[in-house]
């Protein structure tokens, strides 16, 4: 991390600001850092998996039946002393209620279509109830189908995250209660991680994990509410790691806080903090970086910026099209109150047609969760390749499906994994999306290989 003065990061943070599209201009000064890298010799570079292009939706603010921006609105009116017009919304018109038949329609649409990503179920939603105790205004058996929906009709095909606690006021977790302070200091969207230490960010990020463990949902990441952590990025990255593997034992945690709407900036995952990569004990936390504004009706049912932000009509334009272009992941960000729209439905119907789009456009997408998508990168970053005299040797921290490699040699036979034997020779394709685990395609410069990568060593022999 670089040495900074106090007085240089106090700067810095007035200049960038809470948006999360600023998120750039911290990180070069206070950035998470990589941690370890293996070395790597030969010719092997790793691709996409199955040489595919990953895509994802995030979904934020969602939680069981509270529409949670209903009651955040006053919450971050307050903060601000009724000093910000962001805040100054038609709340009082909204509905308490995102419906679980609106959630179920949705989950099932997704599944349909092979739809993943990420779905936060904010635990304590705007202070409204603990999902693992009550929510006032809803009866148990609503509360407990509810959880039921997610774990059956979501959980199977989406991340589950916490949004920390409430994604409004903090929680005094010594008493379970909110602190007395209405200000920006204790909002989780603002300033109460600035100047905290790792421990201190993950002993809350520990208890925000603990009430979805008590309601049986299992978590490999974390979102950060608003600017959550904002002022303190190495700290979140670390904060993240630990809790998320103290509570769940998740062997690869990861987190989203940033994304680049537009730009060049790359929006591949980052690993990071990366240690211990040749003993028993590897580490390493994955930031998913998002690259679409929420154009579905974002948080506070505004005008949505609607389908043709993604991919136009004529498929030839848009930030999906710019992204997938490059190969890298493409991410996108909505939020479930704007995919709701108090019933009327605009970001979903919005979601549908980018989903229709690229469909029509693309048939080298594969659909992610973000679990998957960390899996993939942190073996694709960490994994020892060695490649000399038509053998390839890798030594796997993380075991990862799908991992597909491209080898440059002179001569090749079929690919073959060293072994007692009883693993079949690959399979040999002769087009680029065909490739699944235990194929191969013949290139003029050598050979792309798919398969399992097993966590330790594998040896691939080519000739
Ligand atoms: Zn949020």
């Known amino acids: 991390m670089n040495p900074i003065t106090r007085r240089q990061f106090a700067r810095q943070s007035v200049l960038g600001g809470a948006g999360i599209g600023l998120a750039s201009s911290f990180s070069s000064l206070l950035a998470q850092v990589p941690g370890d890298r293996p070395q790597r010799v030969g010719k092997v570079t790793v691709l996409n998996p199955g040489g595919r292009v990953p895509v994802s939706l995030m979904i ?3 939680t069981c039946l509270v529409n949670l921006n209903r009651f955040a609105m006053p919450q971050f ?19 308490n209620e995102i419906p679980d038949a609106f959630v179920r329609r949705f989950g099932e649409w997704c599944a349909g279509r092979g739809v993943k990503g990420k779905y936060s179920i904010v635990p304590y939603p705007a202070c409204v109830g603990r999902l693992d105790r009550i929510l006032p205004g809803w009866s148990q058996r609503e509360l407990n189908d509810s959880l039921e929906l997610v774990r059956t009709v979501m959980a199977p095909n989406w991340d589950i ?4 606690c409430t994604h409004t006021r903090v929680i005094d977790i010594k008493t379970g209660h909110p602190y007395p302070d209405h200000s920006l200091k204790f909002m989780e969207n603002f300033d109460w991680t600035t100047a905290r230490s790792a421990d201190e960010i993950g002993a809350y990020m520990a208890y925000a994990l603990g009430i ?17 952590g904002n002022r303190a990025l190495p700290q979140l990255a670390q904060a993240t790691l630990q809790s998320v593997r103290d509570v769940f034992g998740a062997e690869i945690p990861h987190y ?7 730009g060049d900036e790359s929006v591949a995952p980052r690993v990071e903090y990366a240690t ?11 930031s998913i970086i998002g690259c679409t504004g929420d154009w579905t009706g974002g948080w506070d049912n505004t005008p949505p910026g609607g389908v043709d932000k993604f991919i136009t009509e004529d498929l030839q334009q848009g930030r999906m099209v710019d992204v997938i272009g490059r190969g890298e992941p493409a991410i996108m960000l909505a939020h479930w109150t704007g995919m709701y729209w108090n019933g009327q439905e605009l970001g979903f119907k919005i979601f549908q047609e980018v989903v229709r789009r690229l469909e029509s456009k693309y048939d080298h997408l594969i659909w992610m969760k973000l679990a998957e998508i960390s899996r993939y990168w942190a073996a694709k970053e960490l ?5 000399a005299d038509g053998v390839v040797r890798f030594d796997a921290p993380f075991a ?15 690919p073959k994994m060293a072994g007692d034997g009883t693993v079949p020779p690959f399979r040999e394709v002769t087009r680029f999306l065909e490739l699944k685990p235990g194929t191969w395609l013949r290139e003029p410069a050598g050979v792309v290989v798919c398969f399992d990568l097993p966590k330790g060593r594998s040896i691939l022999n080519l000739s």
């Not at 995250?161 to 920390?164: N, T, V």
């Not at 979805?212 to 959550?228: D, M």
């Not at 994994?383 to 490649?387: D, L, Y």
């Open 60 to 62: 934020d603010d969602s």
């Open 77 to 95: 009116d307050t903060a601000f002393e009724g000093a910000n017009a962001t805040y100054h919304r038609n709340w009082k018109e909204w509905p």
């Open 161 to 164: 995250h916490p949004e920390m």
């Open 212 to 228: 979805l463990k008590n309601v049986g949902l299992r978590c490999e990441g974390i979102t950060t509410p608003g600017g959550f």
């Open 256 to 262: 989203f806080r940033h994304l680049y709407d537009k």
């Open 276 to 286: 211990g990569l040749d003993g028993p004990d590897p580490r390493c936390v994955v």
């Open 383 to 387: 994994t020892q390749i060695a490649q």
């Open 400 to 414: 990862a499906p799908r991992f597909t490699v491209r080898v440059t040699a002179s001569s090749v036979s079929t």
